[in-house]
């Protein structure tokens, strides 16, 4: 394995985007892997983009890092951000890394060491593995947990945490699986497509830091709710 591609999807991320990046631009991985990193613009309203410029146009060579810029016209969501992102990546596996803070990029060299050991084709990220991890919104936690249960029941198998942000994929897998997705859907439709293939998903521990609403979290508990519909639905339909 030569490259990894992480894709970040950022809507209104300005605060934070830049100091991703630095991390991911620090993040040193196992055999000296590259990074692809490729950043989609979902038609942020505040200064995402000239932070990522910025970014750029202060690191124009970074030995072991690649920087991809994308951007959408309109507002389109974080499935599609992710759908345009897949379109361009090169790397052998994919992940997918939110632009805010709430992760811990470090976790990406222990995800791709483990994946590698074991030589898997898909292995998420679990939030739930360690009692270290804040629950600041208790529906939050217990919303992840519901649609990880109906994901268990519908498809098999055994996960903690299916909407786990850190969803670390084998590339020509990715791109084999169709997807429809909009928003905040990606996670129960790959899932339910990497399911309903065979493949039992494996995870490892992440770290969490989650955010409130008023920091900039944009996920809501109606997204639950349509994750669970999504599950449903593509247990039944091709």
């Given at each position: 394995?030569?490259?990894?591609?992480?894709?970040?999807?950022?809507?209104?991320?300005?605060?934070?985007i830049?100091?991703?990046?630095?991390?991911?631009?620090?993040?040193?991985?196992?055999?000296?892997?590259?990074?692809?990193?490729?950043?989609?613009?979902?038609?942020?309203?505040?200064?995402?983009?000239?932070?990522?410029?910025?970014?750029?146009k202060?690191?124009?060579?970074i030995?072991?890092?690649?920087?991809?810029?994308?951007?959408?016209?309109?507002?389109?969501?974080?499935?599609?951000?992710?759908?345009t992102?897949?379109?361009?990546?090169?790397?052998?596996?994919?992940?997918?890394?939110?632009?805010?803070?709430e992760?811990?990029?470090?976790?990406?060299?222990?995800?791709?060491?483990?994946?590698l050991?074991?030589?898997?084709?898909?292995?998420?990220?679990s939030?739930?593995?360690?009692?270290?991890?804040?629950?600041?919104?208790?529906y939050?936690?217990?919303?992840?947990?519901?649609?990880?249960?109906?994901?268990?029941?519908?498809?098999?198998?055994?996960?903690?945490?299916?909407?786990?942000?850190?969803?670390?994929?084998?590339?020509?897998?990715?791109?084999s699986?169709?997807?429809?997705?909009?928003?905040?859907?990606?996670?129960?439709?790959?899932?339910?497509?990497?399911?309903?293939?065979?493949?039992?998903?494996?995870?490892?521990?992440?770290?969490?830091?989650?955010?409130t609403?008023?920091?900039?979290k944009?996920l809501?508990?109606?997204?639950?709710?349509?994750a669970?519909?999504?599950?449903?639905?593509?247990?039944?339909?091709?």
């Amino acid at each position: 394995m030569q490259k990894i591609s992480i894709i970040v999807p950022a809507y209104n991320e300005g605060k934070t985007i830049q100091l991703v990046l630095e991390k991911l631009k620090n993040l040193k991985l196992v055999n000296n892997i590259r990074k692809e990193v490729i950043v989609v613009n979902d038609a942020s309203k505040d200064d995402t983009e000239a932070k990522v410029q910025d970014f750029i146009k202060a690191h124009p060579s970074i030995p072991d890092m690649d920087i991809i810029y994308l951007k959408h016209d309109k507002n389109a969501g974080k499935g599609q951000a992710i759908r345009t992102a897949i379109e361009h990546i090169s790397g052998e596996v994919t992940i997918i890394q939110d632009a805010d803070l709430e992760t811990d990029v470090e976790d990406i060299n222990l995800m791709l060491t483990y994946y590698l050991q074991h030589n898997l084709k898909v292995l998420y990220g679990s939030r739930f593995f360690s009692r270290q991890n804040i629950r600041r919104r208790s529906y939050f936690y217990w919303g992840g947990r519901l649609v990880s249960w109906v994901a268990n029941v519908l498809y098999f198998q055994r996960l903690t945490d299916a909407p786990t942000c850190y969803k670390m994929i084998d590339t020509a897998l990715l791109k084999s699986i169709p997807l429809n997705c909009k928003r905040f859907e990606f996670c129960p439709e790959i899932t339910a497509k990497i399911a309903k293939k065979g493949i039992k998903i494996q995870e490892y521990p992440m770290r969490y830091y989650p955010r409130t609403i008023e920091e900039g979290k944009k996920l809501r508990w109606h997204d639950g709710l349509e994750a669970i519909w999504t599950l449903i639905k593509y247990r039944f339909v091709n």
